[in-house]
């Protein structure tokens, strides 16, 4: 028969202690889920705050409406204008041709401007038109500014803004109004040409 001396206890201090145990533990896993729960606020508001580009879906591009800002600073006439269907003739080539581009008779040395925001893809020779610089823009659309003067102000990769300058009026061109310093200026959208007078608004005509 079991004696009071062989019945095990167990003593008020050791289950105080595991009271104790517990209680520790548990306040240590509910800081540690505060602390996580607050991180995870924090990063979500930042993401949320974070400017981000705005996207364009197709009812947000660029229609054939005037957008564009004027291209030089001051230009005395346009010398030929763009005619994607009738065709022109060209002094130089003795050839009738459709016209893709908008040129522009400006002193040498007038100030070449952006005409919308985008970020430069090219500044070449071109064989005929001298020196180019092409500026890539949103919604698929392109400008491209020839016969600048070859001291060109930007360079691959540069992000500008509308009526940024980007180079000066040159004679570098080899066809077409050689003896006339002038501007040639194309807008191209998704590679194909379209009519420059879409988007500009040439003040003289």
């Given at each position: ?26 306040i ?81 040395g007038?100030?070449?401007?952006a ?39 930007v ?13 000066k009026?040159g ?19 998704d ?15």
């Amino acid at each position: 028969m079991p004696t009071y001396s062989n019945i095990r206890t167990t003593p008020k201090s050791t289950s105080s202690e595991m009271r104790s145990s517990r209680t520790r533990s548990f306040i240590t896993t509910a800081v540690l889920l505060t602390a996580i729960i607050a991180t995870a606020i924090i990063v979500t508001v930042a993401s949320l705050a974070e400017p981000r580009e705005p996207s364009h879906d197709p009812g947000d591009r660029v229609g054939t409406a005037i957008v564009f800002g004027v291209p030089l600073a001051q230009y005395t006439s346009i010398l030929k204008n763009a005619s994607l269907t009738e065709h022109q003739y060209n002094e130089t080539m003795k050839r009738w041709e459709s016209h893709k581009m908008v040129t522009l008779a400006a002193p040498l040395g007038t100030p070449v401007l952006a005409t919308f925001a985008g970020t430069v893809t090219a500044v070449h020779d071109h064989t005929m038109f001298g020196r180019q610089i092409v500026i890539q823009h949103r919604d698929g659309l392109q400008t491209i500014y020839s016969n600048l003067d070859r001291n060109t102000i930007v360079s691959v990769g540069t992000r500008v803004e509308k009526g940024q300058e980007i180079g000066k009026v040159g004679q570098t061109s080899n066809i077409e109004f050689t003896t006339t310093p002038h501007l040639r200026v194309e807008v191209l959208r998704d590679g194909k040409r379209v009519d420059p007078n879409d988007f500009i608004d040439f003040p003289i005509k």
